[in-house]
């Protein structure tokens, strides 16, 4: 618990930090990275232009923040979303998860229809209340949770790899 609750603090830092650091901010960047370092008990932590990256002592990372379309290989599985505004972004080698606003119905049926050839092994859909969902794998290990609040015009993507 204590560890993400470290992890909501920097997170919440290092979004809100601007882009032009004064050499005050810089050095309280750096002691922030430290501190959650030694917290977490990971190799690296590197926090830049609000976004926050993680490196554990085997190597893998996780970045959090960004609001561009991640370009990992997880991420590649998938076709770009390329209507709607993307808000927020978590990415790492074992998956992504993507959230966007300003994205019309139109789209987001467009975009799932594309999904749904990708990923249809074990499919879950429901739609109620201008609220859809979209669960399924595509038989090569990936996950998708696809949902879409047609009221609000969020979307969130969730990919990730089974696990066994």
């Given amino acids: 618990m204590k560890k993400l609750l470290l992890i909501a603090i920097v997170l919440l830092l290092a979004l809100t ?14 002691v922030t990275e430290k501190i959650v370092e030694k917290g977490l008990g990971v190799d690296n932590v590197d926090i830049d232009d609000g976004e926050v990256t993680i490196e554990g002592k085997d190597g893998k990372k996780i970045n959090y923040g960004g609001t561009e379309w991640p370009d990992n ?3 590649r ?5 390329k209507k709607g505004n993307i808000n927020s972004v978590i990415s790492s080698d074992g998956g992504v998860m993507i959230g966007m606003d300003q994205v019309e119905k139109e789209d987001f049926d ?26 399924a794998g595509n ?16 979307l969130d993507i969730s990919l990730s790899t089974v696990m066994e």
């Fill in 17 to 30: 930090a601007v882009a032009c650091k004064s050499p005050t901010e810089k050095a309280e960047e750096a």
């Fill in 73 to 75: 290989d997880i991420a």
């Fill in 77 to 81: 599985t998938i076709p770009k979303l």
């Fill in 110 to 135: 467009d975009y799932l229809g594309k999904i749904k050839e990708i990923f249809a092994e074990n499919a879950v859909e429901s739609n109620a209340d201008g609220f859809s969902a979209y669960s």
């Fill in 139 to 154: 038989g090569d290990g990936l996950l998708i949770l696809i949902n879409y609040d047609a009221g609000m015009g969020v």
